[in-house]
């Protein structure tokens, strides 16, 4: 198993910058992907990021340029850094780890809650 607490979130007019963080606990050396999802009112989840135990990332259009996702394998946690935000990234962004192959994800944090002002 493993457990995992997101944080960071708030509220920032457009145009800023937010960073959230991923705290992984437990079973964390079986991780082999690590992801940032969003879910906003009305809307299904969506993707947004993900990074590999090698480092390989990969970004949804909508936030190519912008965002950045990074871990640190000594800390356990990894991070999204939010650059140059729209009022349209307002959502709960979701942490999320997978431990197998394919691209599903096992683990999730609780949400975090991110607010962009026009």
């Known amino acids: 198993q493993v457990q995992l607490v997101d944080s960071g979130g708030g509220l920032v007019q457009a145009g800023g910058s937010l960073r959230l963080s991923c705290a992984a606990s437990?079973?964390?050396?079986?991780?082999?992907?690590m992801g940032w999802f969003r879910q906003a009112p009305g809307k299904e989840r969506e993707f947004v990021a993900r990074i590999t135990w090698t480092g390989i990332t990969d970004y949804a259009d909508s936030v190519k340029g912008r965002f950045t996702i990074s871990r640190d394998f000594g800390k356990k946690m990894w991070y999204l850094q939010m650059n140059s935000l729209k009022p349209e990234d307002t959502a709960v962004y979701y942490c999320a780890a997978a431990v197998g192959g394919g691209s599903s994800f096992d683990y999730w944090g609780q949400g975090t809650q991110v607010t962009v002002s026009s």
């Open positions: 437990g079973r964390t050396s079986s991780t082999r992907r």
